[in-house]
């Protein structure tokens, strides 16, 4: 099944939206738990249900299509087996249509206890810093009480009469899916997290992505690191990596959009430099003080563009063009071609840096690099610490 999406359209000036589908989906923590609760009802029936409801972390009821249903002995054990797919809805996940793989195994007197194993293609944790135990499998803590209630829900009579039930999640394809996503940078290696809040798959979320920059901070300073390299991009990450060579991998965290988020979270957690890499556009808008830099948050200030190009000597004509222009790289494009490029840079990086300081204080020291439209470092500004 081909689990690729197409990218959403770029957002172009004056659309109030991008028109994209609007379709929820089920998360994979959601997926696990209907799994699980289908095989567990295969062995207190000894048939495994075609469709199973399945009560999700928000509360709410979702049914669910179960697929290799079968109930079997192995080795004296008795044992289910169940398949959910992953549905995403209209968001372009990794895991959309991940095929989400349970074996329940009654255990003779397990003390009415469920225990959750991870199988291949679920990722396992190697790193502090998750809420998770090192070693064990890459299962979030809310979809992991969920999963449990609803086996606890399915198997009363097995958990009652005092045995015990091993739920094994695997995901077929699991490691390939995991190499689109941060897990490998969060310490989380051989598949894919099993995750979900709510149960409930929003497209396009901002709210996933927020939670990942944090938790990627997170699972920095849980390592002890004291450097944080934050990157709009994956470009300007490349390029900030070849100025510090010497950082362990998760020090750099691409931050996108979530400003606030990210350097709040540093402060927070006690980094004591934090170095900020961006092109043009976003850091003209860091420059602003924007929390979110997103597109659909705000517009970029087109007069503190202009007055950066006149500062370090851009015709008075050329100035003008900036100040009408919708575009923080047209002045930069322009402004190259006058050799005024790291000029310019440096100017939107010192109203950056300054912009930082004064919304983010703290004992930490600041650095923010100003980078091409390659991601390559143009100017580098180093601030003492306070």
Known sequence: MDTSAAPPDKIRKGDRRRQRGNRTGLTTGATAAAAAA????????????????CALPNGMRAEFAILDGRVERIDATDCAHAVAIKDGGDDPDATHGAHITVEVRR???GGGEVVLEGGPGVGVVTRPGLGLEVGGPAINPV???NIVANVAAAGAAILQAGDGLAVRISVPGGEEMAKKTLNARLGILGGISILGTTGIVRPFSTAAWRASVV??????????????????????????MRVFPELDPACFVEFGDFVKAAFTTAVKLGMRHIVLGAMVGKLTKIAQGLSVTHAWRGEIDRALI????????APPALVAEIRAAETARFAAERLAELGLAPAFHRALAERALRSLRERYPGPHRLTVLACNFEGAPIVSIDEDAP
């Open 143 to 145: 979809p992991r009480r």
């Open 215 to 240: 938790q990627a901070i997170e699972v920095a300073a849980a390592q002890g690191q004291t450097t944080l390299v934050l990157t709009t991009g994956g470009r300007t990450e490349k390029g900030a």
């Open 38 to 53: 289908a095989a567990t009802l295969g062995l207190v029936r000894g048939t495994v249900p075609e469709r199973v409801a």
């Open 107 to 109: 255990i003779p007197g």
């Open 306 to 313: 202009a007055g950066a190009a006149a500062e370090v000597g």
